[in-house]
């Protein structure tokens, strides 16, 4: 089967209307705010993208996230897009005894978009009076657990932990500092299912590990800060170069259809 290999967005977008299915878009697609539906003519259309549509979608919606992988994340964590899921979630928070809450706004990232609330009647004040806007994501504030950060490249694994003793945002870009984590076998086969659910090639997986040793996905992203890494920036570019040819090679040899 011939099909073509686009590597570029320039080269995306100058023959978008001339892709059949079976070529492959190979590389994340640089989108504006809003031009998502953009992933799914493609996918819907059999052109093949490499990382996959969800994968690159998730990385850019914590929305999307919560709701494809909220059983991977704290308990409770829902997806907000209307009034009405704010009444349940109020529910739903009152009847299992929820106190303070975290809000995550759907496009901020760096823990900028991380807000804490005292209750869910909080959130709910904000979002009657317009506000917080929807969508966004909300979940219970979890006391005293490490963040923990875990670039996943192939059989290349390193994690560190991200500590900021002053502030519940533990993020290098809030003033965070970081230190080699050792990740058990467990965690790391816990990363590849959450990669495995949403189309990660690669990724970089936040776990929220608590006192008791439980642990839970917070984030998860194609790409994220290395400045808490031992590997440099060049290193892993070329990791991510070789993920990615390696699965259009892939594609070649089993006449285009991805495995």
Not at 112 to 124: A, H, Q
Not at 150 to 176: I, T
Request: with cysteine; glycine share 8%.
């Amino acid at each position: 089967m011939n099909f073509r290999i686009i590597d570029s967005n320039r080269k995306l977008f100058d023959c978008y209307e001339d892709l059949q299915a079976g070529d492959v878009v190979s590389g994340r697609i640089r989108l504006g705010q809003g031009q998502e539906h953009l992933l799914l003519d493609l996918v819907s259309r059999g052109v093949q993208v490499i990382p996959s549509a969800s994968s690159q979608l998730c990385s850019r919606s914590k929305v999307y996230q919560a709701a494809l992988l909220r059983h991977f994340m704290v308990k409770e964590t829902l997806p907000i897009y209307s009034m009405q899921d704010m009444l349940e979630a109020v529910t739903e928070y009152g009847r299992v005894g929820v106190g303070s809450v975290v809000c995550k706004l759907d496009r901020a990232n760096g823990g900028l978009g991380i807000l804490r609330f005292t209750s869910i009647e909080d959130v709910y004040t904000q979002t009657a009076l317009h506000v917080l806007l929807f969508p966004f994501v909300i979940q219970p504030f979890v006391h005293d657990c490490k963040d923990v950060r875990v670039v996943v490249l192939g059989d290349s694994v390193e994690a560190y932990r991200r500590y900021n003793p002053n502030n519940f945002r533990h993020n290098l870009h809030c003033g965070g500092t970081s230190q080699p984590w050792e990740l058990t076998p467990a965690q790391l086969d816990f990363c590849h299912r959450v990669m495995a659910r949403a189309g990660f090639l690669y990724a970089h997986v936040d776990l929220l590990v608590q006192a008791d040793g439980s642990y839970s996905l917070s984030e998860i992203n194609l790409r994220g800060g290395l400045r808490g890494a031992r590997m440099s920036q060049q290193d892993y570019l070329e990791k991510v170069a070789d993920i990615q040819r390696c699965e259009v090679e892939k594609l070649k040899a089993s006449g285009g259809q991805q495995q």
